[in-house]
Every structure is written in C-alpha cells, then in structure tokens.
C-alpha cells in the first residue's frame, strides 16, 4: 500500500475521492453541498456515510462521503476510525486508488496512515483467495514526514497482528528468536535453555518443560549515543497455552495462540524503533516458550525459585504468564534501566471486567503509569488503572513457599499485578494487562475480528515523547 501526501486531489488520477462533512455544515467542495447538503440527502452524523455517483460532472467517478459529527465533538481518534472505516468500503468497492480531501482542521498525515492501514488489514496468507485492498492512497494538504511516521507505528501493527494471528505451529519460540535475531540496528542475544538455567530462571524454566519446543529468552537492545533514558518493555510469550496440567476448556483454547500477543507487541516496536530514532535506549525483552501437557510438565503443587530468590508455589498451572514474567522482570531489574513496562494477555480476570473496550495497567509509580495511559488515549487504545490495595496480596499467602502463583477468582487482575511486582527492583514499573483486548472474537470499531496489535501504538507514542 502506497500512502503520499498532494497538494489537491485534482492532482492524481484517482477512481474515487473521499471528503469530510459536519453535521449542520457544509463542504468546502461546492459540488458536495450541490449534490448532497442543499439536497439533504446526508446529514453528515458521525460513522455514516454516503456514496455520491459524480456522472462525469467531477474529475473522479464516485465520491465517499464520511459523515463526522459535531464539530466541537471530534478528535484524532474519531479521524482515524473514519479512515480506516473508508478504506474498508472502498475495498469492497475494488477501488485501487483513491484521494482524501478532509476539513478536519489538523493534520490527519499521522492518524490517517494508522487508520487507513488497519482499514486495509486482513490475515489472508492461508486462504487461497485474497481479500480486495486499497492500493494507492492520497492525501491532499498533509505533510509527508506524518504519513511516513504513521505508516512506520502501522507497520509494527501489522508485523504484532500477524503474529499474533500465525497459528502456533507457525509462531514457535524458536520463530520469535529468529525475528528478533532479523532486525536492523538492534543488537539482540538469545538465551538457550542451558543458559537460562545458569541464569536460575526457574519459574520460566518450569512453564515451559512440558513442551517438545524448547524456550528461547531473548533480550534485544537499541541505543543511541547519551539516551535520555533506559526503558525495557516486557512482553509475555507464551506461544500457545493449553493450560499445562490444569488443562483449559477445548473452547478456551481455540485462540491460545494470541497468548503471545505481548511478545508479538515487543517484537513489533523493536522491529521499527531504529527507523523512528527516539534518544532513548530501549530493551524488548521476551521469555518465550509454551505451556504444554506431557509426562515433563510441571505440576500444581510444586514449588518453583525465580531469578531473584523467591519461591512460588504452583496452585494452578494455567496461571503461567506471571511466573515467565516473574524472571523476565528480575532480569530487567539488573539492566540498569530507568523504567520498566510489560505487557500480557494475563487474566481472564481483567478481561471479564473490561471486555474489549480497554486494557488494565498497574504499577509502583503513579506519574508514569499515568504518561502511559495518557500516552495510549493520544493513539487510540483505552487504559483504566487497577487498584493496588494490599489486601489483594492476601490470596497469594502459601504455606509452603513465599508465595503462590494464584491469588483467586476475585480480584484476580489485582492479584495477579501485585504478584509480577514482587520481581521488580526499580522505581518506575508499570503492568498492562490486554487479555481482552488483544484478540477479538467480533469486531470492533476499526478492527476486524483477531489480533489488534493491542500496545504497539501506545508504547511507540510514550517513547517517542
């Protein structure tokens, strides 16, 4: 998909051109209030359209109209949902080349080259008839620089959704390691499973024994020359979860292949970060491995060390994320970095209490767990701050060991952020739970059905600023 910005729509062969109308105003195109609004044939309420035959009267064949609200009532987000909105009409129109002329009143460079690849998306590799795409997208009156930089953020989108999509046979351990190995301008270290034991990464090492597919840690790197700051971003990467012993439901495992969506959101990042430049170092972090049933697995019951020198008992082996995490983060901890985010498809918990509509985030420092979520609001993805209360720790208490790996049904996203906290050694951490926002099961607003690249927009945002 070809995205460049014109100075008029006019200068383009297009099939067909898309504009903007306000509810109660007219079009800054004559032939649009012509047709349409002294017509009263559209009202322009927000997410409607209309589609205007021009009968060679115009210099393109059809024009879209996107209908935008109030005003006093859009925003960038609402931008971005309309382009990709558009994209996805024009292309099952078949139209391959299309303007854009919006009165939005901002520069929509940025947000419509987000919208309009996330319009344009579809996991198609296995189907042997492909969907209909947009080709060529042109936007009048927006600077370039802004469509390059949204089209870079879509491309670490679509790089985290396919993954997240590639069923499990596909995305292995070993395939994550050798994407991260792939990446220009980052110096990436993959740790084997030797290695991880004399690391003492023991409740990593513990998830994933069951599985014939052996982990693989891998630690990326991107520097600049005086980074303003260290940041590592965490991203849990289970590459499939059956529930290990504690086995999950058929109907629950059907999309455990998404259970890596938080690895698959680093690897994006890292897979852009050196062409986005931010003067800042940045540390993509993933313990990978699946969670798997056999003869090896390890059990409910027992009693695993961390990295650090806790001991966790196992009281259910379907809680494994946090115990990959739980390593990942002391790991972290020893890097010398000013801050600290991981991100998982963690609890049932925070997706039972959230759906679809936003992820959960927690952490040991209110200013920069509020800069994120600020930060993922500016892109588009919703964040609502979980309690931390101390009660919530009191499920975790074993009688066996320091702690256990479950802290109960209630509360569970609560529990669950505090246990990862327990593993980390630095001022400034924050925890994002996606589990219900990761993978969609119908769709929702701009995404279709499947992975949403939940965290990539979010993160990108919070570094480069």
Known sequence: MIIKTVNDFTDVTVETLVVSLFEGERSHIDFINKFVVDAKEFEGKYNTTYVLPTLEQFP?????????????EFDENKARILVAKAIKTLAGMKVKKVAFDLDFGFDYGKIGAIGAAIGNYHFD????QKKDRVEEIYFAKVAQENIDCGQTIAQAMEFARNLANEPAMFATPQ???EYALSFEGIETKVYEENEIREMKMGAYLAVGQGSVNPPKFIHMKYTVENPKKRIAIIGKGICFDSGGLDIKPAASM???KDDMAGAACVLG???VISKLCPQVEVHGIIAACENMPSGNSYKPGDIVTAKNGKTIEVDNTDAEGRLTLADALCYASELGVDEIVDIATLTGACSVAFGAV???ILGNNDEFVDAIKSSAFEMGEKYWVLPTYEEYKNGLKSEFA????????????SSAGLFLKEFVSVDRWAHIDIAGVAYLDSPLNEFGKGSTG?????LINYIQK
């Open 254 to 256: 059907l999309n455990m």
């Open 269 to 271: 990042i890292m897979s």
């Open 125 to 128: 590799k296995y189907k042997t």
């Open 175 to 177: 395939k994550l390691a």
């Open 60 to 72: 393109v064949g059809k024009i879209l109209v996107l209908g935008c609200g109030k005003r006093n």
């Open 402 to 413: 320091d702690m256990k790996n479950t802290g109960g049904r209630s509360g569970g996203a």
């Open 358 to 360: 936003c992820a959960g």
């Open 454 to 458: 939940a965290g990539v927009r979010a």
